[in-house]
């Protein structure tokens, strides 16, 4: 696990793109693992902004969300279809043919996650998987006890992640109560991982995934594990990691 403390959020967001942009370039068919949030926000921009300069051609990409809400209509301009398309796909002018995000909205949950598996497996598999990380350390929708073998699944949301999430929505009962996302397993096969967190909301959860145990508790400290994982951090959302002297600080 490589670890980069950033000034502010603006240079994780430049910081992560570029680790991105390294492992799509030179590849005819890159496959991108989309997070949602608004943690790769600056991320995003910054690859667009490489597009734009000619620096990068993502137009033969592939892109795969790692969630959606479900019962969220795609239109809905806050349901992770919409959101994907307005953060990503355009912006980053790839192919809306080659862009997916789960199904939330399938009558039959379980045969539309093993659809998304089977998709990601026919592009080749994610090469460069973006995340970001819930306040109680769940990556994709995966929360705190999700099993570290999970594939694409249908999964409660908690309460603590509804509250985190109603700021998109009017009001608390308009906030979906379940989601369709990519397992932890499904994470763990990305080649690549480039996590990033801001915050200090988030200094409990970064702390606990890089010095805590292993533990289902945490979800996102499976990614001890990853054989490729990049986690940048602004000094908010590395304010609790007692080994903070030893990661590289720009
Ligand atoms: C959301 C998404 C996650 C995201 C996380 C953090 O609910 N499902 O993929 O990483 O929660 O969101 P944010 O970046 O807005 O803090």
Redesign the pocket.
């Known amino acids: 696990m490589e670890v980069v403390i950033c000034r502010d959020a603006a240079q994780v967001g430049i910081v992560a793109a570029e680790k991105v942009a390294d492992r799509l370039r030179g590849r005819a068919n890159p496959v991108i693992g989309l997070?949602?949030?608004?943690?790769p926000l600056d991320l995003y921009a910054h690859l667009a902004k490489l597009v734009d300069d000619g620096a990068l051609d993502l137009s033969q990409a592939y892109g795969f969300a790692?969630?959606e809400y479900v019962g969220l209509a795609h239109e809905h301009p806050e349901s992770y279809h919409a959101v994907i398309h307005r953060t990503v796909t355009e912006p980053l002018r790839m192919n809306p043919a080659r862009v997916r995000v789960p199904n939330g909205m399938a009558a039959d949950l379980v045969g539309a996650a093993q659809q998304y598996e089977e998709a990601i497996r026919a592009a080749g598999g994610v090469d460069v998987q973006v995340?970001?990380?819930?306040s109680n350390g769940?990556?994709?929708?995966n929360e705190p006890f999700t099993s570290f073998g999970s594939r694409t699944h249908r999964v409660p949301l908690t309460e603590q992640?509804r509250n985190?999430?109603a700021r998109f929505f009017d009001s608390m009962d308009q906030v979906p109560t379940h989601a369709l996302t990519q397992g932890l397993g499904t994470i763990m096969d990305s080649r690549t991982a480039v996590l990033v967190a801001t915050g200090e909301h988030k200094a409990d959860a970064v702390a606990a995934m890089i010095e805590g145990p292993v533990a289902i508790a945490m979800p996102a400290s499976i990614l001890q594990f990853h054989p490729d994982v990049h986690v940048v951090l602004d000094e908010a959302a590395a304010a609790k990691l007692a080994s903070r002297d030893h990661f590289h600080k720009l």
């Open positions: 997070a949602t949030g608004s943690s790692l969630d995340l970001g990380i819930g769940h990556i994709g929708f992640t985190d999430n």
